[in-house]
């Protein structure tokens, strides 16, 4: 597989990169992605009740079916390390004087393959806060073997909330202002979109943005998206292949 030559041509102009993922990126790590074939949600059987589970409302009045439904997803990508689309990215925040990542994932993989200037926008997995004292701790990997029912806080006892954004709630404030400096305030040279289906407006803001502020937009998907007709290269295939190719183009 080649990148376009149209591409490779601009890539020697590019000093700022955007980098913006989503689940497809850690599908090679053997994670699964939340929409499409295999997705968590798209499962016929237990989709829709994960949906639910998964939300503020549910937390609040259920914690424990939450947290259970979060511990068998974090189960299921015990082992997954970092792949190639991870590690490419990493190649390309040390190519260019100023780079961005701003993915959708909670699991820890970038921030395990060594990218540095990560915008988690929808929290991370890990990070926990105690809904009565606000008290901060983390989960560890192994925290989540066993666990049947909602964590609490080592310090007062109260109910402790998941790290990661759950449906209906509000973006995190420090990320929320992190990715408009990174993606609004400036735009990137060049912003490249890989493994997300990308049906938040926030996340389509700093492509269509680029887009039209005449910077290179390049999506990498095996599917076409609602951004595939806006980017400048639609770039079809996996990220584990692809990422690594503009990795390895960029000069
Ligand atoms: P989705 O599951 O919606 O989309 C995954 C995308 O990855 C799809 O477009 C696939 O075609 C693509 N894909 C699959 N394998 C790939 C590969 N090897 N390389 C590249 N792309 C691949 O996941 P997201 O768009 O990330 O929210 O979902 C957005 C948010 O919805 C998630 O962050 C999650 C969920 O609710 C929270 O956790 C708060």
Redesign the pocket.
């Known amino acids: 597989m080649q990148l376009p030559a149209a591409l490779i041509e601009f890539l020697p102009k590019v000093r700022s990169v955007g980098a913006i993922?989503?689940?497809?990126?850690s599908?090679?790590s053997g994670i699964q992605?939340?929409?499409?074939q295999g997705?968590?949600?798209d499962d016929p059987d237990v989709g829709d009740q994960t949906?639910e589970a998964?939300s503020g409302e549910t937390l609040a009045v259920d914690p424990d079916l939450t947290w259970r439904t979060i511990a068998a997803m974090a189960r299921q990508s015990r082992d997954a390390r970092p792949n190639p689309?991870h590690h490419a990215l990493v190649a390309i925040e040390k190519k260019v004087p100023r780079f961005a990542l701003l993915t959708?994932?909670?699991d820890p993989l970038h921030q395990e393959a060594g990218s540095r200037n990560i915008i988690p926008i929808?929290?991370d997995l890990y990070a926990t806060r105690c809904l009565e004292c606000n008290g901060r701790s983390r989960m560890e990997r192994e925290d989540f073997e066993t666990l049947d029912a909602a964590p609490r806080c080592k310090a007062c006892g109260g109910v402790l909330r998941p790290g990661?954004?759950?449906?209906g709630e509000t973006l995190p404030l420090e990320e929320s202002m992190r990715m408009r400096k990174e993606f609004v305030d400036f735009i990137p040279d060049l912003v490249v979109i890989?493994?997300?289906?990308?049906?938040?407006p926030y996340?389509q803001q700093p492509v269509l943005l680029a887009r039209q502020a005449g910077r290179l937009t390049v999506e990498?998907?095996?599917?076409r998206?609602l951004l595939s007709d806006v980017v400048d290269f639609f770039l079809k295939?996996?990220?584990?292949t692809?990422l690594p190719l503009l990795a390895d183009a960029l000069p």
């Open positions: 993922t989503g689940a497809g990126v599908a090679e992605t939340y929409r499409g997705g968590v949600y949906v998964l689309a959708q994932n909670v929808h929290g990661a954004v759950l449906f890989a493994g997300t289906t990308a049906l938040f996340i990498v998907n095996p599917e998206t295939g996996k990220a584990g692809l």
